[in-house]
C-alpha cells in the first residue's frame, strides 16, 4: 500500500530555513504528481506546492511563492520542500500527499493518500 514518511520538521527562528523530505514506498513514484499541504493549530489543511510526475510543472500557494521550493528525486522515491525566509505563520504541521491519478496535471487538488505530517515551527 501507499506509504509516505515526512521528515524534516524542527523548531526554527523567523527568517530561517528547512528542508522537510517526504519518502515514498508501495507504488510507482515516478508516476504520480505529488504536493505539500499544511495545516496550522486550529486551522483548515491546506495547499502550499505541488509538482508533476516529471517535473516539468510546479505550482505554489500564494504565500509559499518566492520562498518555498518543491522538487523531487525519481529515483530516490522522495519529494522535497525547501523553505526559505521562514515566518512565524508558516507554524504549522506539513503533509506530503500523492495525487489520486497517474500522469497527471496539477490543475485538480486531488490528493488522497497522506503522510502523517512533519512539525515544523518558526519563533519569532
Known amino acids: 500500500q501507499v506509504q509516505l514518511v515526512e521528515s524534516g520538521g524542527a523548531l526554527v527562528q523567523a527568517g530561517g530555513s528547512l528542508r522537510l523530505s517526504c519518502a515514498a514506498s508501495?507504488?510507482?513514484?515516478?508516476?504520480?504528481?505529488m504536493a505539500w499541504f499544511r495545516q496550522a493549530p486550529g486551522k483548515e489543511r491546506e495547499f502550499v506546492a505541488a509538482i508533476t510526475w516529471s517535473s516539468d510543472r510546479t505550482r505554489y500557494a500564494d504565500s509559499a511563492k518566492d520562498r518555498f521550493t518543491i522538487s523531487r528525486d525519481n529515483a530516490k522515491n522522495t519529494v522535497y520542500l525547501q523553505m526559505n525566509s521562514l515566518k512565524p505563520e508558516d507554524t504549522a504541521v506539513y503533509y506530503c500527499?500523492?495525487?489520486?491519478?497517474?500522469?497527471?496535471?496539477?490543475?485538480?487538488?486531488?490528493?488522497?493518500?497522506w503522510g502523517q505530517g512533519t512539525r515544523v515551527t518558526v519563533s519569532s
Open positions: 500527499a500523492r495525487h489520486d491519478l497517474m500522469y497527471s496535471d496539477l490543475a485538480h487538488l486531488s490528493y488522497g493518500s
Open positions: 508501495g507504488y510507482v513514484f515516478n508516476r504520480y504528481a
